[in-house]
């Protein structure tokens, strides 16, 4: 029993840590919002040469806005079964893990379409900033998965063996 109440213990560590980082993506997601409908000046990215002019017309395209709003809508789902799964291990009850696979999923997803999204070329002559770009992102990405794969472990080990 000592070690459920460890596991559940962590889980809810790992938890809020996730509540934090969502809740800091929410807020980002809202603030971001309106200037998602706003048209960016064009000069900046025309000075980039062709790599500049496919970067604008992926950003202005209408699959980035709906990208940008699923994923914020996703988000907030997510935030509130964290807040959610919260109150029951608050409780000591083991709550569900579809929320935590849900973010891996989603994460999942989204590096998919950015690897698929992103614009192949360079800025300057040799040195391909997309490929750069998405190294760093899909490092970060996995970084910030750590807790939710802590969360589905302490879960695990915390659910009652049969």
């Given amino acids: ?40 000046d064009k000069a900046p990215y025309e000075a980039m040469g062709s790599y500049g002019l496919e ?15 699923v994923g914020l809508i996703v988000s907030i789902i997510l935030l509130i ?3 959610k799964a919260n109150s029951a291990l608050k409780e000591n009850k083991v709550p569900t893990k579809i929320p935590y696979y849900g973010y891996l999923a989603w994460t ?25 770009t998405m190294i760093i992102g899909t490092v970060f990405q996995f970084i910030i998965a750590i807790p939710a794969i802590l969360v589905i472990v302490h879960l695990f080990k915390a659910e009652p063996e049969e």
């Fill in 108 to 132: 999942i997803i989204s590096l998919i379409i950015a690897f698929i999204t992103t614009p192949k070329g360079s800025v300057m002559e040799g040195i391909d900033i997309s490929k750069i």
């Fill in 1 to 40: 029993m000592e070690q459920v109440e460890k596991h559940l213990r962590k889980a809810k560590t790992w938890n809020m840590v996730l509540l934090v980082l969502g809740l800091i993506s929410v807020i980002f997601g809202v603030i971001n919002l309106p200037s998602l409908f706003k048209v960016p």
């Fill in 81 to 83: 079964c964290y807040f």
């Fill in 55 to 69: 970067l604008y017309e992926q950003i202005t395209g209408p699959f980035q806005k709906v990208n940008t709003i």
